[in-house]
T-cell receptor
Framework: DTEVTQTPKHLVMGMTNKKSLKCEQH?????MYWYKQKAKKPPELMFV???????INESVPSRFSPECPNSSLLNLHLHALQPEDSALYLC??????????????FGNGTRLTVT | AQTVTQSQPEMSVQEAETVTLSCTYD???????LFWYKQPPSRQMILVIR??????QNATENRFSVNFQKAAKSFSLKISDSQLGDAAMYFC???????????FGTGTSLTVIP
């Protein structure tokens, strides 16, 4: 079973559209992540939230806007995307580092196509 | 930033045989964590195995085991009795002992030949 749930699974949007990706976890993790992944490539970090506050922004263009409404939810708002933004978008969560091991737990991803 | 290197873009193995995927990393830290993730065509990233740098004993999970050489900064994954379901991209990942940053290798695509 997937403990991190992402919706939608697939999304096709035009370059003028506004859409949102959603992610939800109920493992009590207080760190949540957005990654972008191209085919046969490793995930590229976009954003990290720690205790619902944005802690890392990897110089992502402003057409991507993250939001963490509460400790269980993470959104990624999309606006005026480019065709090169087409990719698999992965959400993940982990325990905030406190000295113990805590791997990333990934969702199934949203396959985004920008036309 | 830490670097994680997987020097084998593609590997293949006969079903029921053993294969080893390599991973090296660069760090000045003494305490950190290493992970292997599997990503099948279904696309979900699945944790295969984890290793804490302070533990000398190599981690084992059923048919999956690691060879952790801390001095050499090497963390290889051995898959025994390979099965068709093992076919996937495998990513090595490093987590530093502070903060929430993970670093991924470039991945190895594993093919299992029936």
């Amino acid at each position: 079973d997937t403990e991190v749930t992402q919706t939608p699974k697939h999304l096709v949007m035009g370059m003028t559209n506004k859409k949102s990706l959603k992610c939800e976890q109920h493992m009590g993790h207080r760190a949540m992540y957005w990654y972008k992944q191209k085919a046969k490539k490793p995930p590229e970090l976009m954003f990290v939230y720690s205790y619902e506050k944005l802690s890392i922004n990897e110089s992502v263009p402003s057409r991507f806007s993250p939001e963490c409404p509460n400790s269980s939810l993470l959104n990624l708002h999309l606006h005026a995307l480019q065709p090169e933004d087409s990719a698999l978008y992965l959400c993940a969560s982990s325990q905030v580092w406190t000295g113990g091991e805590s791997p990333l737990h990934f969702g199934n991803g949203t396959r985004l196509t920008v036309t | 930033a830490q670097t994680v290197t997987q020097s084998q873009p593609e590997m293949s193995v006969q079903e029921a045989e053993t294969v080893t995927l390599s991973c090296t990393y660069d760090t000045s830290e003494s305490d950190y964590y290493l992970f292997w993730y599997k990503q099948p065509p279904s696309r979900q990233m699945i944790l295969v195995i984890r290793q804490e740098a302070y533990k000398q004993q190599n981690a084992t999970e059923n048919r999956f085991s690691v060879n952790f050489q801390k001095a050499a900064k090497s963390f290889s994954l051995k898959i025994s009795d390979s099965q068709l379901g093992d076919a996937a991209m495998y990513f090595c990942a490093y987590r530093q002992n502070t903060g929430n940053q993970f670093y991924f290798g470039t991945g190895t695509s594993l093919t299992v030949i029936p």
